[in-house]
């Protein structure tokens, strides 16, 4: 299982990102799959899940409204829609999957939100 995050950057308070988290080694369209994000000195903390389908999908308070969580099954490709983007959304942001009872991370992407 690989996971592989990209699209995190330096972007100004209000600005957007879409990060990108292409995964293989597993049967992608059959799992759900989760972004989270840890800032410094933090916990890693939830930010939002997509059921296998798409059909569904969960936000934590700080990411909803503002974040949009979809996939591409055809790409074996999950994404996370940043907008109006805060300082406190600076994180390193990681996609998640479980995977026969294991639990698998990408490497994660910065995501700096300053003036």
């Known amino acids: 299982v690989q996971l592989v995050e990209s699209g995190g950057g330096l972007v100004q308070p209000g600005g957007s990102l879409r990060l990108s988290c292409a995964a293989s080694g597993f049967a992608f369209s059959l799992y759900g799959m989760t972004w989270y994000r840890q800032a410094p000195g933090k916990e890693r903390e939830l930010v939002a899940s997509i059921s296998s389908g798409g059909g569904t999908s969960y936000y934590a308070g700080s990411a909803k409204g503002r974040f949009t969580i979809s996939r591409d099954n055809a790409k074996n490709t999950v994404y996370l829609q940043m907008n109006s983007l805060k300082p406190e959304d600076t994180a390193v942001y990681y996609c998640?999957?479980?995977?026969?009872?294991?639990?698998?991370w990408g490497q994660g992407t910065q995501v700096t939100v300053s003036s």
């Open positions: 998640k999957v479980d995977y026969r009872a294991r639990t698998y």
